[in-house]
């Protein structure tokens, strides 16, 4: 381990405010009809999904220095997501293939609104098999940002695994930023879920998450300010809520606001809550003074609107992730 991580320093010293993403990547079927359900559709559009490994393409792609870590099956699939990781100009030192487990896959209908309903095969799946001892903790420490979900808490070994690399970045100080991205299929029950996603809430510097899961997390109303700052905890830097279309409400220690967002014209929602991060966290790995200056906070969510709008313009998430330019372009075009 040790000569691979002396090999890559120049490189990562080259590449400064590197965030680590880490859990899942899959193949997401898309049916090529929008609006009907997976039983009626003709046909489906292979895409990579995976919200983590999302948000590691959104950074690369808007010029941040990404990483991702997971575990993928030895077959067609996964060879053919971690070759994506590398096309998109993520560091892919922290994926390995399990030869006995396959690569995810999920099925996700688009509803004649754009909103999504997925169907997932894992039984279990290679991503789910990751254990503690694989981690690249090298990688990790190296890293600006730790950034995970919490699919990846769902089973073990892979939750033991979340939970040591989530403490290594922690006693790194490195800063952890939590995107919970419910999945209700793949969680033994709701409240499981709510469970699981709690259970390492405080460990965050900070939390994204949209106005559905806050009306989940909280059994309340999403648009209730009690109910949102009921997520709040001392220690949290950022709390940041997205409403969709509407934009996003932000929550820090010193103040509150919300920022609007972009009305475009919306064909796949997938994604773009990662478009959104992605976007994020490049600002914060850059410059982590927007948890203090609500002025360059307002700014960077204006920016990460941006980006999720413009994501949901096209079908699938990583062909439709926005470039600084085309994110800029709409801001100019003052649309929100």
């Known amino acids: 381990m040790a000569p691979l991580g002396d090999a890559v320093a120049p490189a990562s010293a080259a590449a400064p405010g590197l965030v680590v993403s880490f859990g899942e990547m899959l193949i997401d079927f898309v049916p090529d009809v929008a609006g009907v359900s997976l039983a009626e559709s003709g046909g489906f559009v292979k895409a990579p999904g995976g919200a983590p490994a999302n948000v590691a393409c959104a950074i690369s792609k808007l010029g941040g220095s ?164 009921s997520l709040w905890f001392e220690g949290l830097k950022l709390l940041i809520v ?22 475009v014209n919306t064909v796949d929602t997938t ?6 991060v992605g976007s994020l966290l490049v600002s914060v790995s850059k410059d982590d003074s927007i948890f203090y200056n609500e002025a360059k906070l307002r700014e960077v969510l204006q920016f990460s609107n941006a980006c999720g709008a413009i994501c949901t313009t096209k079908k699938g998430a990583i062909p439709a992730l926005p470039t600084t330019a085309t994110a800029l372009e709409l801001i100019s075009k003052g649309s929100n």
């Open 271 to 276: 994604g773009a809550g990662d478009a959104f």
């Open 66 to 229: 990404s990483a991702f870590i997971g575990k993928f099956g030895d077959d067609e699939f996964g060879h053919m997501l971690v070759e994506i990781l590398k096309q998109n100009g993520v560091n892919a030192e922290g994926c390995l293939f399990d030869q006995h487990a396959r690569t995810a896959l999920a099925f996700v209908t688009l509803k004649s609104n754009g909103e999504r309903e997925f169907m997932f095969y894992r039984n279990p799946s290679a991503d789910m098999l990751l254990t503690e001892a694989e981690l690249n903790l090298d990688l990790i420490r190296r890293a600006r940002i730790f950034h995970y979900g919490s699919i990846s808490l769902i089973t073990e070994p892979c939750r033991s695994a979340h939970v040591a690399a989530m403490r290594a970045a922690k006693s790194a100080g490195i800063l952890c930023s939590y995107d919970p991205n419910v999945r209700l299929p793949l969680w033994p029950s709701a409240q499981a879920a709510r469970d699981g996603i709690m259970s390492i809430w405080k460990e965050a510097d900070f939390i994204k998450v949209s106005d559905d899961e806050v009306a989940f997390l909280t059994q309340g109303d999403a648009t209730d300010e009690k109910n949102v700052l």
């Open 242 to 263: 997205t409403d969709g279309e509407k934009g996003c409400r932000y929550f820090t220690k010193d103040f509150k606001g919300s920022v609007p967002g972009y009305s």
